[in-house]
């Protein structure tokens, strides 16, 4: 076991949050240490809306410009219904507003910040995964394990954690997660298409039922790069891993 104090804050996760976080302290001067137990940036485009105000934010931190020139304007949504078009959404914003929708995967996301956090000669800790914690009226005691499989205890004043959807620390914490899953399942995947469709509009296109119930969707969002899209869909129930699913 190894003993080491973290500078005053110790984050716990480098996905968006975790990297927003620590890049808000380092660039305030408040030192801190991020770890991530995965060894690498995931490349999956997960999250890819940027909302206008996100990209003020990132104005005001001093990396819009290199998210700018990760990201493609979102300029709308097509939807269809049955195969025919049905409404076109433009998602045109007051003329104050500095900042239009993007769209910007969540791996360019997590660069554009990491290498902000770079700057201030903060990187993350790959491979270290928190374990547990306890605190108490002066700070916080933190067991991690490393990459290497050493186990270290860092005494922090503050731990912040940003761990995700099955938090550690909202767990050892014993803090509730209200709500539940949604019922659908989805599969998606970054692909390539070779249509006419405008670039820069989402597309929705809904299937109804006999009972006019919709049983097909199909989501398409522009990513970076010549008709690349990701793309999510309902699962099929002959292709469903849910308990009681067909197959
Ligand atoms: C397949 C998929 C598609 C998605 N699509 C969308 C979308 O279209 N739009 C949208 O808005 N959102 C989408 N999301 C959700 C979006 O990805 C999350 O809301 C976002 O990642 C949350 O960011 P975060 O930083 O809170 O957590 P995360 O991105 O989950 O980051 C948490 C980090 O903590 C690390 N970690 C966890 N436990 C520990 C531990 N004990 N020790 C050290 N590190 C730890 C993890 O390795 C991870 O890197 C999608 C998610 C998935 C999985």
């Not at 999956?44 to 020139?69: C, F, H, N, S």
Request: charged fraction near 25%; charge should be negative; hydrophobic fraction near 40%.
């Amino acid at each position: 076991m190894q003993f080491s104090d973290a500078p005053d804050v110790l984050v716990v996760g480098a996905g968006p949050v975790g990297l927003t976080a620590a890049a808000e302290l380092r660039r305030r001067g408040v030192g801190c240490r991020l770890v991530d137990r995965l060894p690498a940036r995931l490349p999956y485009a997960k999250a890819v809306g940027i909302q206008p105000r996100t990209l003020e934010v990132w104005d005001r931190m001093g990396l819009v410009r290199e998210a700018l020139d990760a990201a493609v304007p979102m300029r709308g949504q097509l939807v269809y219904v049955d195969g025919a078009e049905e409404a076109r959404i433009e998602l045109t914003l007051p003329e104050e507003v500095p900042y239009g929708f993007a769209a910007l995967p969540q791996y360019e996301t997590e660069r554009v910040l990491e290498e902000f956090l770079a700057r201030f000669g903060t990187r993350i800790e790959r491979g270290t995964e928190l374990r547990s914690l306890t605190q108490d009226a002066d700070g916080v005691t933190a067991r991690l394990v490393t990459a290497s499989g050493t186990e270290e205890e860092v005494r922090t004043r503050y731990l912040v954690g940003c761990d995700g959807a099955h938090s550690t620390v909202r767990k050892a914490l014993g803090l509730t997660f209200e709500g539940s899953a949604f019922p659908e399942e989805y599969m998606l995947a970054d692909v390539e298409v070779d249509w006419d469709l405008p670039p820069g509009y989402g597309v929705r296109s809904l299937h109804r039922g006999a009972d006019g119930a919709v049983d097909d969707l199909l989501v398409c969002i522009p990513l970076p790069g010549t008709g690349r899209y990701r793309m999510s869909m309902l699962v099929p129930p002959e292709l469903s891993a849910a308990p009681g699913a067909a197959g």
